[in-house]
């Protein structure tokens, strides 16, 4: 068992830590300040193929894997946790669900211009009334000859509006449940097919989050993803891939702040020291980093799990569950030893703060986590 | 067309620190990176692939670390990676290295040979012409535009306050300045590719074809005669005051420190 990065690894992350270092932290600041999503940094990420990392080269991804897609997450949030999750959802939730799920040649259709770099996805599943309860859905789809007709809304919906291709879920047979959802594909300018307004978050303010709206929206009978009432199954096991992007997220949000910190302590003097110089400042240190240290390793072994296709369901959910609890932890205490300045916008572990909680929310609760893993146990 | 681009691994800082019984550079705990001119080089002869089709080849001359950024070369997209290494070449200063990469390279076939115009640790700009004399084929230094023409190369060669413009005929060697371009990122891929699926050639001393005599610290004229670390002079300060005021500042400046 060898706990380092071997060398295409450290490699990579050398590269996506000079690319966020260079390209993504000098904007982040300004992308939160103005709730802007950062179009030219999803651009820059398309043509250095970091929207296609765990993907096949056949499908003009960069035949890499998913530690090395979670690398590229965790060092982008370090700096911009805004520009982590839209690399997130669009690799998880909807280029993966269609890899995962499509057909041949729904592979090549949608697939390949997501991996290739020239379209960004996205993945719709909860409703106002279907958060976790997955099987509340309202969304219906009806077939009329050889075309879906969707009717229904999808809120929350990260990198909605700016996304190309989305994978979203409907009820076909409203009486059978969960066993009555279905997924599909649909692409942006498909008529009946809107946006709703940007939601104001209280962090990740740069990412896009619009509600998805479907009137009599009519698709081809053959962007049905999966297979007609499976599509439960097909949000779930996505969900699960897509804690995993979420957790290295986390991970990278409480780096950064950790990175913030300990340069700020070694700064900032008190009573003639620099607070660095005090027990108490050491020892908050040190237990940031022994909580970031354990959750890193929870977060590539669910990685390395995926990549060795062994079932990683509650790797995925113990990972996030850590990680986004060290997110918040780690930014809140890196807040604390800042002081009053933590609190003021001029310093970064403010934003950094307000991202973490979303982590402890979004792709499953915290709650849904634990039940994920407490249903393993007592199996 | 083919290109052979020379990039050479040089340590990350601009802070030289040297030891001060050998006069030499300490490199250890310095994390080692392509010399920036070089990687300049090697982004020209990449979009020259990239516009005109090119095969493109790097090398270098140095410990077998270097490999390691032979293989970001490649993750940048260079087709192949030559690494000239043996310790029968170690302390070669620029006449030595000159003539080893130059009796390396005459083994390959190129069009062009690009090379940055001098390392961050040496800073002698000396080897690149030095190759063009080996070989005997042009050299045009300094290069901060290159246009590609048929069967030559048209390149602004940058003066203090001016520059010409000088076409060479091919096979030529153009040294690059970091100003020529902006150097592009590797790809996840190319990472990967980079260390799985590529090889990087390795010549020893009896790959080479040079003499002896001009190798390693024999075959070295140049000896350094001092080494030692510039001593930096506090920055001075500009005080645009009124007369008084500013008199009274000097004054207080000089009593705090125990001058007055």
């Known amino acids: ?379 | 067309m083919k290109i052979i681009v020379c990039i050479k691994q040089v340590p990350d800082t601009t802070e030289v620190r040297l030891d001060p019984k050998t006069g030499t550079l300490i490199r250890e705990g310095v994390p080692s990176i392509m010399n920036p001119d070089d990687k300049s080089g090697l982004e020209a002869a990449l979009r020259l692939k990239d516009e005109h089709g090119a095969h493109v080849s790097v090398i270098s001359m140095g410990p077998p670390q270097a490999k390691e950024m032979l293989r970001e070369a490649l993750a940048m997209g260079a087709d192949e990676a030559y690494l000239v290494t043996d310790r029968a070449f170690a302390a070669s200063d620029t006449w030595a290295t000159s003539s080893i990469l130059a009796a390396a390279i005459s083994k390959l076939d190129y069009d062009l040979i690009i090379t940055g115009r001098q390392a961050i640790d040496g800073d002698t700009a000396q080897v690149g012409p030095e190759m063009a004399e080996h070989l005997g084929i042009p050299n045009v230094s300094y290069a901060e535009e290159i246009q590609l023409e048929e069967g030559s190369i048209l390149v602004k060669r940058q003066f203090e306050d001016f520059s010409h413009m000088v076409r060479a005929k091919f096979p030529a060697l153009i040294t690059a300045l970091g100003e020529l371009n902006t150097p592009r990122y590797m790809t996840p891929g190319a990472i990967f590719d980079a260390w799985r699926n590529k090889e990087i050639t390795e010549w020893n001393r009896a790959d080479v074809p040079v003499e002896d005599s001009n190798i390693g610290y024999r075959g070295s004229p140049t000896r350094v005669a001092k080494s030692f670390p510039k001593t930096m002079k506090s920055p001075g300060m500009k005080i645009e005051e009124g007369v008084e005021e500013s008199v009274e500042f000097i004054l207080d400046k000089l009593k705090e420190k125990y001058l007055l």
């Not at chain 1, 890899?99 to 390949?112: S, V």
């Not at chain 1, 607070?275 to 590539?300: C, D, G």
């Open chain 1, 1 to 379: 068992m060898d706990f380092s990065l071997t060398n295409e690894y450290a490699m990579a992350q050398k590269l996506f830590r000079d690319f966020a270092q260079n390209e993504v932290a000098p904007l982040a600041e300004e992308v939160d300040e103005n709730h802007r999503f950062p179009t030219e940094t999803v651009a820059l990420m398309q043509k250095y193929g970091f929207l296609g990392i765990p993907f096949a080269k056949e499908y003009g991804g960069q035949g890499c894997d998913y530690l090395t897609y979670a690398l590229a997450v965790e060092e982008i949030s370090k700096v911009c946790a805004t520009t982590g999750v839209i690399l997130s959802a669009h690799t998880s939730l909807c280029a993966g669900a269609i890899n995962n799920w499509g057909t041949e040649e729904q592979k090549q259709k949608f697939l390949r211009p997501l991996v290739d770099g020239s379209k960004l996805g996205a993945f719709g599943l909860t409703e106002p009334e279907a958060g976790t309860d997955a099987a509340g859905q309202q969304t219906k789809a009806v077939l009329d000859g050889d075309e879906w007709v969707i009717t229904g809304n999808k809120i929350f919906i990260t990198n909605a509006g700016e996304a190309d291709t989305y994978v979203i879920f409907a009820m076909t047979d409203k009486s059978a449940g969960t066993r009555g959802i279905t997924a599909f594909i649909i692409e942006k300018g498909t008529p009946g097919f809107e946006f709703g307004i940007n939601e104001k978050k209280m962090g990740i303010r740069g990412s896009a989050t619009r509600e998805l709206i479907f009137r009599d929206c009519r698709i081809p009978k053959d962007q049905l993803l999966g297979q007609e009432g499976k599509g439960f199954g097909v949000a779930m096991s996505t969900l699960d891939d897509g804690r995993i992007g979420i957790a290295a997220q986390a991970l990278g949000i409480a780096g950064g702040a950790l990175d913030k910190v300990v340069a700020y302590v070694k700064e900032r003097k008190q009573f003639g020291r620099p607070i660095s110089a005090f027990q108490n400042t050491q020892f908050k240190l040190a237990e940031m980093k022994i909580e970031l240290e354990a959750a890193r390793y929870l977060v590539y072994l669910a990685a390395s799990k995926y990549d060795k296709r062994e079932k990683h369901s509650v790797e995925a959910a113990m990972a996030k569950l850590k990680a986004s609890r060290v997110a918040s932890y780690v930014t809140n205490l890196a807040v604390q030893l800042h002081g009053g300045y933590g609190y003021i916008q001029d310093y970064e572990v403010e934003r950094m703060m307000r991202d973490a909680k979303i982590t402890e929310i979004y792709e499953g609760t915290s709650e849904v986590m634990l039940m994920v893993v407490s249903a393993a146990l007592l199996k």
